[in-house]
């Protein structure tokens, strides 16, 4: 399993985040450019579009897509494996292109350099709000090999190599909030909350908006559908670093892997059965060294978490509170979250839960 592991590794590299090449939309099952990924692309947003489009003045979603929106998307979706609804890989890692003149370096973005291929709003706010997870998801790429390393390490009980490698993973995930930090330079939480938001809603648990059964996708012209739930889009959520072993997964973090191609999805799964490293600094024969290392990287990714806290408390939680203040409602209604959760709680939630996979030294 390692061994394939470590082929999936050199497959994907870094290539997976931007689309190839000015592709065409198109339909049936010939997406042999790009190869697709920017018809899924395009098909994301014209169906997104649809659903908005007959917005009421009671602020209900249309709750069916047109044969002709569903059709190609359910075919280039099944083309790439992945589920024919908003994803982080259509409205982030496959909508970035290097500006203009530049070629950049796909195993260090830099946000400055990259912008999005198609856009909601046209604005600088939502291509910032964008651009920023695809510059985290290329550091994330790099705790790959990494990951594996330390695997092969545990395996052979080098408590020295695994230390060494625990050491690094911290670094990674250190780089990581280098380019989340970026995410207050241009885009402002208003423009966040009032205006891009919308789109990214989702149709699970979304009744109140007119999807009490979420949004019918016609399978077929006679008229047959079928009913696809979407969770809203976790933003700055990086499968990569969730399947590096430091934490326990939840079932919503598990969830969010239908929202990645099947390839990609197959491999995180692999990783997360293999992993072995918390085991292996759990035992009590592992070096001081080790569990030192392995509560470091821990701590890395626990002030992450704070650091998306924090992120989500000012472009979410303090606007939807100014809103419903406005408005005398419940602020609950206007939170929620991934899966249609509380969004502080289920992050809180996180947060705690990797603070308490730390070891007692």
């Not at 198109?26 to 042999?32: A, I, Q, W």
């Not at 390393?149 to 911290?170: N, P, T």
């Not at 009590?284 to 992450?304: G, M, Q, W």
Request: hydrophobic share 40%; charged share 20%.
């Amino acid at each position: 399993m390692l061994s394939l592991a470590r082929r999936d590794c050199e497959t994907l590299g870094h290539v997976w985040i931007f689309p190839e090449g000015n592709l065409r939309l198109r339909t049936g099952n010939d997406f042999k450019d790009g190869p697709g990924r920017l018809s899924y692309l395009q098909c994301e947003y014209e169906s997104v579009a649809q659903i908005l489009t007959n917005v009421t003045k009671e602020n209900s979603y249309a709750a069916k897509l047109p044969y002709q929106t569903s059709h190609p998307l359910v075919c280039v979706s099944e083309y790439l494996q992945i589920n024919p609804w908003a994803t982080i890989s259509a409205f982030c890692l496959w909508n970035i292109s290097f500006k203009p003149g530049l070629t950049g370096n796909l195993a260090n973005v830099d946000p400055d350099d990259i912008s999005t291929v198609t856009s909601f709003t046209d604005t600088q706010d939502e291509e910032w709000f964008f651009v920023i997870p695809a510059a985290i998801e290329s550091q994330g790429g790099k705790s790959i090999p990494i990951m594996l390393k330390a695997i092969d390490a545990a395996r052979a009980g080098d408590d020295e190599k695994v230390q060494v490698f625990l050491s690094a993973m911290g670094a990674c995930i250190s780089h990581i909030t280098e380019p989340l930090a970026r995410m207050y330079d241009y885009c402002t939480p208003s423009a966040l909350y009032h205006m891009l938001r919308p789109f990214l809603s989702g149709s699970r648990n979304m009744a109140a908006a007119g999807l009490p059964d979420g949004v019918f996708y016609p399978s077929d012209e006679s008229g047959m559908f079928t009913v696809v739930e979407v969770m809203r889009k976790a933003h700055c959520y990086s499968c990569l670093i969730s399947s590096s072993g430091l934490s326990i997964l939840s079932l919503v973090q598990r969830e969010m892997r239908k929202y990645v191609p099947g390839p990609h999805r197959a491999f995180l799964e692999l990783m997360t059965d293999i992993s072995n490293i918390r085991e292996y600094a759990m035992r009590r024969t592992a070096s001081p060294e080790v569990k030192f290392s392995y509560n470091r990287a821990v701590s890395k990714l626990s002030t992450l978490r704070d650091r998306h806290l924090a992120m989500v408390s000012r472009y979410i939680i303090i606007p939807a509170s100014n809103k419903c203040h406005m408005h005398r409602t419940d602020v609950n209604e206007w939170l929620k979250g991934t899966g249609g959760t509380n969004m502080m709680q289920f992050l809180s939630r996180t947060r705690n839960t990797t603070k308490k996979g730390m070891l007692l030294l």
